[in-house]
Nanobody, 129 residues
Framework: QVQLVESGGGLVQAGDSLTLSCVASGRTFSSYGRGWFRQAPGKEREFVAAISPVGRMTYYANSMKGRFTISRDNAKNTVYLRMNSLKPEDTADYFC??????????????????????WGQGTQVTVSS
């Protein structure tokens, strides 16, 4: 059974940093893109960042560029999200996901939740002002 488990969330102050981790189990996802999404209370789930199967390509939502960094360690079946200069508007549940299509590194679809077929349960990030 495939499981994605996020960790690293918490309560921080504006300007602080956090690193989220997402460990996959049940199968190996080294050939699949991985992504992070977030959902704030009362809002739609939104794309945060994604990384291609071997990590050569990364994609970010505009508001996260320069502040967030996605990385992966395929030996550990894990993807990370380093978040710097956190703002109160970054407060949300953060979800990791595995892209449905294997061996794809092109520019299309990374921000679309329907392109992902495995999801974690989320980790909560709260940024106080």
């Amino acid at each position: 059974q495939v499981q994605l488990v996020e960790s690293g969330g918490g309560l921080v102050q504006a300007g602080d940093s956090l690193t989220l981790s997402c460990v996959a189990s049940g199968r190996t996802f080294s050939s699949y893109g991985r992504g992070w999404f977030r959902q704030a209370p009362g809002k739609e789930r939104e794309f945060v960042a994604a990384i291609s199967p071997v990590g050569r390509m990364t994609y970010y939502a505009n508001s996260m560029k320069g502040r967030f960094t996605i990385s992966r360690d395929n030996a550990k079946n894990t993807v990370y999200l380093r978040m710097n200069s956190l703002k109160p508007e970054d407060t949300a549940d953060y979800f990791c996901a595995v892209r449905r299509r294997p061996n794809y590194s092109g520019p299309s679809g990374w921000g679309l939740p329907d392109e992902y077929n495995y999801w974690g349960q989320g980790t909560q990030v709260t940024v106080s002002s």
